[in-house]
């Protein structure tokens, strides 16, 4: 019970992240590619994050040498009451007072503290690495490979059935994505990661929902694993937001040529406009492409990408289903096999309208800056709801799809 007397729900928070560790990316990476894909390499006396030798400016280094913001500390700056400066001035956090950030008992603690019975777990810079990587679809797969094996050997993919850390999956070959996956599941992972955007292949850019990866998405269906897509950087509109830096001058006026993979991640005018348009189109072909048709009992999450899209992605599948022949309407399979959690500072009642309490997941993006300072903060976001929906969305979704039936 809480202090005004009622029962305080169970917690399953479906967004927590670590910080990586300095050799995430390098200790399990076979050494023909140690000059290929991700490099660790001090700079200027620091050690940074390299790409094929490039520094990336907005991916500084290791977070376990670089200082990081306290959970929370961005908060009134995403809910617009604070200016870029307070922003930027957040990063002051020093990894070592911080080891909950970088291994699990210390974490597991921390989670005994904040009341939470368990979490998934996401990375931190391997959700944003991946676009930097598609000139070299082979170090691309060997860079997630080694992660993958990091990730289970410094976490765990389903550590004492509290702590469920999703490797990441690259969808850039067919063959591998089975193979990395397959592997995952032998390690016990409830829940895998992929990039939202279109799988980059040696043949061109495809739709991850394309029959080349239907052994993957069998797979996953099969073994009942849910298949989460959590926000990164990610290059699919890199052209129209050239573009349209071309047509009204951007590009002159911030000295950025177009396809710039150094900004790639920084803000630009028009990048308000793509804002949501990669998960909203993301999750539209996957159910324009029949995905789901193939794969009734495929299961979908998206993480840390909001709620805004929701609506306008509805309406975009009911005129779909206007004009082909579906076994179901478009609409109703996003709401049976999809899952949403929002951002912290958005409204769950809203999207309650939309989708119903089922599919709604808490996510707190804790330790994160942008998230909550605690995850238990959430529970002022559903605080309207009735008792049982609350339990709902703080816990039973979660758990439901992390212990199917």
């Given amino acids: 019970m809480n202090e005004t007397g009622t029962t305080t729900p169970k917690l399953f928070d479906a967004d927590n992240h670590y910080w990586e560790t300095s050799d995430a990316f390098i200790r399990h990476r076979d050494p023909k590619f140690a000059d290929r894909g991700v490099q660790v390499k001090e700079v200027d006396g620091v050690p940074r994050y390299l790409v094929d030798g490039q520094r990336t400016e907005w991916l500084p280094g290791p977070a376990d040498v670089h200082p990081r913001p306290l959970p929370g500390a961005f908060l009134d700056y995403f809910q617009g009451g604070t200016s870029r400066d307070v922003f930027l001035s957040g990063f002051t956090e020093q990894p070592a007072d911080h080891p ?79 193979r990395e996956l397959r592997w995952c599941l032998d390690q016990g992972a409830r829940v895998v990661n992929i990039r939202h955007g279109a799988a980059v292949t040696r043949s061109g850019n495809r739709s991850p929902a394309d029959p080349m990866f239907d052994h993957f998405w069998g797979l996953a269906a099969e073994a009942g694993v849910v298949v989460a897509t959590h926000d990164g950087s990610d290059e699919t ?38 804002k949501h348009r990669t998960v909203h189109d993301f999750a539209y072909v996957l159910v324009a492409h029949r995905l789901f048709e193939r794969f009734p009992k495929l299961k979908v999450a998206y993480i840390e990408n909001g709620c805004a899209w929701v609506p ?12 082909e022949a579906f076994r179901t309407s478009p609409r109703d399979q996003f709401i049976e096999h999809c899952w949403v959690a929002p951002f ?62």
């Fill in 312 to 323: 306008s992605l509805l309406l975009a599948l009911d005129y779909l289903g206007h004009g």
């Fill in 237 to 274: 509109y890199t052209p129209v937001n050239d573009l349209m830096a071309s047509v009204w001058g951007e590009a002159h006026l911030a000295g950025i040529a177009p396809g710039d993979t150094n900004h790639l991640g920084q803000s630009s005018t028009f990048s308000g406009l793509m």
């Fill in 344 to 405: 912290v500072e958005e409204d769950v009642r809203d999207l309650s309208r939309h989708l119903p309490v089922e599919r709604i997941l808490f996510g707190s993006d804790w330790p994160h800056g942008e998230g909550f300072p605690t995850p238990r903060d959430f529970l002022a976001n559903v605080a309207d709801f009735t008792p049982a929906e609350r339990q709902r969305i703080m816990y039973d979704n979660a758990r439901e799809l992390t212990f199917p039936r």
């Fill in 100 to 178: 909950d950030w970088y291994e699990r008992e210390s974490r597991l603690k921390v989670m005994d503290g904040q009341g939470l019975e368990a979490t998934w777990l996401f990375p931190s810079q391997g959700v944003v690495i991946e676009p930097l990587l598609h000139t070299d679809i082979e170090a691309a797969i060997e860079c997630y490979r080694a992660f993958n094996r990091w990730l289970d050997e410094q976490w765990g993919f389903a550590y004492q059935d509290r702590i469920f850390a999703a490797p990441f999956i690259t969808m850039c070959d067919p063959d591998e994505t089975v």
